[in-house]
């Protein structure tokens, strides 16, 4: 039983918080104290103790120990499926003769959450400023991230979580608060084009909560609140008190950690984030809103980070995140490139760097011709599939039409697109030089490029690695070799090559894919 609690002001709780701290550093030695607006940490020996403060604002009610002990087992539960290690329970805060204490005996008057202290400089946000954050890591996460999406619990289509109303209201009031506090002139130009958004996405967004994509997420997935610890990437401090702002379109809750990075400048990361988690979840279809939560994700960051009196050190301000808010309703024409080249001639690698330069959308076909077959980017088809040839014509067919509609898909939500396959085909080529067409936007072909005694190394290298979606072996190698068709000369008017055996100029093949070639030939 819990015990009436007759101090819910900030100020006696926060003397509670100070005793039981002495109480601690007994034990311990020193016990740092981290400071929320919403709750109070304690840092003692290998454990953090979070007790949330006697608060009730406009979109949280802490204010009594009922309350608090729900939202702590709320925590708890939520964090422990994305950080199971992190999360260890909740704890009683005693009232005993000696003062508050979390292992003496007494009323219980509180609670706490106990969690894994994280190491020193573990945050996501710690590793950026170090320049320790990696593309690698990103891309874990992404992985990781559409893992928990998949598995995460689904909102009813009658909750009006994820409604196109919802959505709508949450992206004015939040818009409209903030031109109260700061910057009225950036926000009465965003104002009209969350409208004109709204009800030009009012019908995509109603089909992808008819269809499950609004789930159970996150909701805070912004660069602090994500961790690396022993290898692993993992996000903590999901949001507990409303669950309006955890059941959301995923493509929401995701959009918040590639906005935070294109905030802190750091697009190139982002990019490699969101290709890992498209690649892992398939959610192309979420490219067309896509946008629109950026713009959405940044306002509430400069509303977060106004309402805190400022940023914390090193971090964008208000009017940085309203900026990126606005160059990003101003987006630059799409445009689209193709690889050519047999296996191992350097596609993935080469492509993987344009994405993150360009801050583009890659198709891989190795990974859809495998979604196809419902199988994952890693799996072995021969072992998986015995009944079926992946690799046949008409799986080929197949994922060359998937690509062409996931290149529109996104072409027309306004990203420049990579296509990584091998179009060894002249009229494979063609059909997306005249998708390029119909759209109107810029195309070019990566032609790459390296000798056959290369690719062989290469392929036996990435055969024994096992860690790419391409199963092509030294004989499919040979076998397509023999049937490749050369580029036209008509196709090489449109065409960039690369030896990727030699050094290259990534910045000169971005740069010759934008329109406005380097000095000299990209190599």
Not at 84 to 113: I, N
Not at 207 to 214: D, I
């Amino acid at each position: 039983m819990i015990t009436p609690d007759t101090a819910t002001d900030p100020a006696a709780a926060a003397e509670r918080v100070a005793a039981l701290r002495r109480r601690l550093q007994v034990r311990h030695g020193e016990v740092p104290l981290i400071e929320t607006h919403i709750s109070w940490v304690l840092l003692a020996g290998d454990h953090a103790y979070k007790l949330k403060k006697p608060v009730r604002f406009g979109f949280l009610d802490f204010s009594t120990p009922v309350l608090r002990r729900h939202f702590c087992a709320e925590e708890v539960r939520l964090n422990r499926r994305l950080a199971p290690a992190l999360y260890l329970g909740v704890v009683p805060v005693h009232e005993g003769r000696g003062g508050p204490s979390l292992h003496g005996r007494g009323p219980v008057v509180d609670h706490a959450v106990k969690m894994h202290r994280m190491a020193p400089h573990s945050l996501a946000s710690e590793r950026l400023a170090q320049g320790r954050l990696t593309a690698q890591d990103l891309k874990r996460f992404g992985t990781r991230l559409a893992a928990f999406h998949a598995q995460a619990a689904v909102a009813p289509a009658a909750s009006g979580y994820g409604s196109p109303a919802r959505i709508r209201d949450d992206a004015l009031q939040a818009v409209d608060r903030l031109a109260t506090l700061a910057e009225p002139a950036a926000c009465a130009r965003l104002r009209p084009w969350f409208e004109r958004q709204a009800g030009a996405l009012a019908p995509r967004w109603q089909a992808r909560l008819a269809a499950g994509r609004v789930r159970e997420g996150h909701g805070d997935l912004h660069l602090d609140n994500v961790v690396l610890q022993n290898h692993d990437v993992t996000a903590f401090d999901c949001i507990e008190f409303d669950p309006a702002l955890r059941w959301i379109d995923v493509v929401s809750d995701a959009g918040f950690l590639l906005m935070d990075l294109l905030a802190h400048g750091r697009g190139d990361l982002g990019f490699a984030f969101l290709d890992a988690w498209l690649e892992a979840s398939g959610d192309h279809d979420g490219l067309a809103v896509l946008r629109f939560y950026l713009v959405y994700r940044a306002v509430v960051r400069a509303l977060v980070t106004t309402l805190r009196g400022g940023p914390a050190p090193g971090a964008p301000d208000a009017a940085a995140y309203l900026a990126l808010a606005e160059g990003l309703i101003a987006r630059p024409a799409p445009a689209l490139l193709i690889t050519q080249g047999l296996p191992a001639a350097g596609k993935t690698r080469l492509t993987q760097l344009l994405l993150q330069r360009a801050g583009a959308v890659r198709l891989r076909s190795d990974v859809e011709r495998k979604r196809l077959a419902g199988l994952a980017p890693l799996a072995d088809s021969r072992a998986a599939r015995p009944d079926g040839d992946l690799y046949a014509e008409a799986a080929t067919e197949a994922t060359y039409a998937r690509l062409n509609a996931l290149a529109r898909q996104a072409l027309t939500a306004g990203w420049p697109v990579i296509v990584d396959a091998a179009f060894l085909r002249r009229d494979q080529r063609e059909a997306f030089r005249a998708l390029a067409a119909g759209a109107g936007v810029r195309f070019a072909i990566l032609d790459c490029q390296a000798p056959m005694a290369v690719l062989r190394q290469r392929i036996a290298e990435r055969r024994a690695r096992g860690d790419d979606a391409s199963e092509a072996d030294p004989s499919v190698l040979e076998l397509l070799a023999a049937r490749q068709q050369p580029l036209a000369d008509d196709e090489r008017a449109h065409a960039i090559a690369v030896r990727t055996d030699e050094a290259v100029d990534v910045d000169a093949l971005l740069s010759a894919w934008r329109g406005r070639p380097p000095a000299g030939p990209p190599r």
